[in-house]
């Protein structure tokens, strides 16, 4: 599966931005879509993920600003983001699980060893 992001850019805080992930496959079986993101020295981040059936799930951080949505019919995985803050600032990255036997308790579905497939990032950078 490949995956490549598109729709970054530079922003000043209270702003918004929606930047969209377009999958080579896009699967209705049980899987999941995600963004995460990372910035230099740091951890990569989960930040929000989809399941196919649309359950979604959100990082406490991004919660009531950011939302996820896809459109399976354009393959394309979406993320609306809204009131940025420069702690925003990072590269994001789109990945998605592939096929899945049972989906995770929601505690794990920002965990980054269930995706098996990754994006190449889209840079987000909000000044203050």
């Known amino acids: 599966v490949q995956l490549v992001e598109s729709g970054g850019g530079s922003v000043q805080a209270g702003g918004s931005l929606r930047i969209s992930c377009v999958a080579s496959e896009y699967t209705t079986s049980l899987n999941l879509m995600g963004w995460f993101r990372q910035v230099p020295g740091k951890e990569r981040e989960g930040v929000a993920s989809?399941?196919?059936?649309?359950?979604?799930t959100y990082a406490d951080s991004v919660k009531g600003r950011f939302t996820i949505s896809q459109d399976v019919s354009e393959r394309t995985l979406y993320l609306q983001m809204n009131s940025l803050k420069p702690e925003d600032s990072a590269m994001y990255y789109c990945?998605?699980?592939?096929?899945?036997?049972?989906?995770?308790?929601?505690?794990?579905?920002?965990?980054?060893?269930?995706?098996?497939?990754w994006g190449q990032g889209t840079q987000v950078t909000v000044s203050s």
């Open positions: 990945a998605t699980t592939g096929r899945l036997l049972k989906l995770p308790t929601a505690s794990r579905r920002l965990a980054q060893d269930y995706y098996k497939y």
């Open positions: 989809i399941s196919a059936y649309g359950i979604t």
